[in-house]
């Protein structure tokens, strides 16, 4: 319960309250800037010091990427491995390939990645990225599995969906200049690409969705989609976020208890879809975040520039 420093709503989500960009154009669209750029796996996407975000390129990098992912989710988290990726030690599922990979490396830590191998940059963090031209080709998007998005997607069809996902850095590069250049790196790969819309699930550790009462309420009273970006959970899999009532969720503390990933995509402008997900493998609550790029936050976008030029290479 909210005691005596509870404090409204529009003050809290200030900051969060997703704004229309003055001036823009309509969202499909290429800078002139960026004009005969689109990344190349491997290509530099930005710098900060030693660190670079670029495209992986090839499979050994996936699998660098995929051990990276294991370690993260599997060994400092709470997923539950099968006895194949328990062996292979690689978080890995048929989507990879289909996939872009972001990768940010550290130019100051040189790894072998086999005995008596050339060093190369450590890998550090790494978001997985599905535009819809392939989901479409290859069964769908990941997320379809727990939201029923089909609905968006159909209601836009003349927009275009990009999916975020495997979102994870090695804890001692959990700094700003990291998430920085994994953000700088999807801007990029947003406008190239010509990205309406990023949907993906994003998670908060636990599968007791009591014990995330106050988080999943807050998200649902104060950042629910609007009806025209509405997706609900599949009904199978469906978890209710209304737990507890609007006048009565302690939002500063729903705040500081939310990930800070969860709350990044909240400062950017990100929409909550209707109802989680347990999701008993990774040991998380998934919620659906949706942002169109149109929504975006304007001093985000000013902040990584109209062209992504703040960290290019």
């Known amino acids: 319960m909210a005691g005596s420093g509870h404090i409204s709503p529009m003050k809290v989500l200030k900051k969060f309250t997703p704004s229309k960009l003055s001036g823009r154009p309509a969202p499909r669209w290429i800078p002139q800037a960026m004009l005969g750029k689109m990344p190349e796996a491997g290509q530099s996407l930005g710098k900060v010091g030693p660190l670079e975000v670029r495209l992986s390129n090839g499979a050994k990098e996936l699998k660098q990427s995929q051990r990276l992912r294991y370690e993260v989710f599997y060994e400092e988290m709470s997923a539950i491995a099968d006895a194949q990726t328990q062996l292979s030690r690689l978080d890995r599922d048929s989507y990879d390939e289909i996939c872009d990979h972001l990768l940010v ?138 737990r507890i009532a609007k006048d009565q969720v302690d939002q500063r503390a729903a705040l500081r208890s939310l990930p800070p990933l969860i709350k990044g995509y909240l400062r950017l402008g990100a929409y909550i879809g209707n109802g989680a997900v347990v999701d008993h493998q990774f040991g998380t609550t998934d919620v659906l975040i949706i942002m169109p790029v149109s929504k975006l936050n304007s001093r985000y976008v000013n902040y990584y520039g109209q062209d992504a030029s703040r960290y290019s290479s």
């Open 105 to 242: 490396v550290d130019h100051n830590s040189q790894v072998r990645n086999k005995p008596f191998s050339k060093l190369k940059p450590q890998i550090v963090g790494t978001y997985r990225l599905l535009r819809q031209e392939l989901a479409q080709l290859n069964g769908g998007f990941y997320t379809a599995g727990e939201f029923d998005i089909q609905g968006i997607l159909d209601r836009h069809s003349d927009l275009n969906f990009m999916e975020l996902g495997r979102s994870c850095v090695l804890k001692p590069y959990r700094t700003k200049k990291t998430v920085e250049l994994l953000w700088h790196g999807i801007w990029s790969y947003v406008l190239t690409h010509n990205v309406d819309v990023m949907i993906g699930c994003a998670s908060i550790e636990g599968t007791d969705p009591d014990l995330l009462a106050e988080q999943l309420s807050f998200l649902h009273h104060f950042a629910s989609a609007p009806e025209e970006w509405h997706v609900s959970a599949l009904p199978d899999q469906y978890v209710e976020m209304n």
